[in-house]
């Protein structure tokens, strides 16, 4: 009964350095999203997907890349770390198609420093 | 425009009493929903409520109810019966349909603390 599973839960990059957090849902969802929580401004909406093989980006996309080869998982890429992307980093998943109600699952958070 | 405001940073509330967690909205569609999180100082979100813009009645969950103005857009979450274990980060958030299917997108929080 895993539901989201985000990785590595902290860490800690020197600016310019690339990294992949990873993100897994076992619980056949659709639709994934990437948001990250800065202080004041709730999550915003980095990129989501709405199926395998198709991203699109939300609204602060940029320094940041997906892919969705599979419906499990969705990795989110840091090119060149800057520290305006420290941030705690959100991995969701919802079922589509069955209405407005839906509720997204998160993952548990990536607490990401870059120094 | 903001999507979703919360106009209350933080607020305290005394154990036992009601809390209302504000929130205003702006969209023009017709159908949508209505989301509530709780963040605990542990850092999950977790899904409280939900009300969707053609319910005619307001949501309840146990001691969370949704207090739903349509047409002032306002969705705010009354807490009853306040316990210490609701101190947390509370985000109001929404779903509307269009191309991005089922993005959400949040308000900055409020922070309850329940004071003894």
């Known amino acids: 009964n895993a539901g989201v599973t985000q990785t590595p839960k902290f860490q800690v990059l020197k600016t310019g350095q690339s990294m992949t957090l990873q993100c897994a849902q076992d619980m056949n969802h659709e639709y994934m999203s990437w948001y990250r929580q800065d202080p004041g401004m709730g999550l915003r909406l980095i990129h989501y997907?709405?199926?395998?093989?198709?991203?699109d980006q939300g609204e602060v996309p940029n320094g940041y890349n997906v892919s969705r080869s599979t419906t499990e998982d969705f990795p989110l890429r840091l090119l060149s770390a800057a520290p305006s992307q420290t941030s705690v980093y959100f991995c969701?998943?919802?079922?589509?198609?069955?209405?407005?109600?839906?509720?997204?699952?998160f993952g548990q958070g990536t607490r990401l420093t870059v120094v | 425009a903001q999507k979703i405001t919360q106009t209350q940073p933080g607020m305290f509330v005394q154990e036992k009493e009601a809390v209302t967690l504000d929130c205003t909205y702006d969209?023009?569609?017709?159908?949508?929903?209505l989301f509530w999180y709780k963040q605990p100082s542990s850092g999950e979100m977790i899904f409280l409520i939900y009300?969707?813009?053609?319910?005619?009645q307001n949501a309840t969950e146990g001691r969370y109810s949704l207090n739903f103005q349509k047409a002032r857009k306002s969705a705010n979450l009354v807490i009853s019966a306040s316990q210490l274990g609701d101190s947390a980060m509370y985000f109001c958030a929404m779903r509307e349909k269009g191309a991005a299917g089922n993005k959400l997108t949040f308000g900055g929080g409020t922070r309850v603390l329940v004071k003894p």
């Open positions: 969701a998943s919802t079922l589509t198609g069955y209405g407005m109600n839906t509720e997204a699952f």
């Open positions: 009300q969707g813009s053609y319910d005619e």
């Open positions: 997907s709405v199926g395998a093989g198709i991203t």
């Open positions: 969209t023009s569609d017709q159908s949508y929903g």
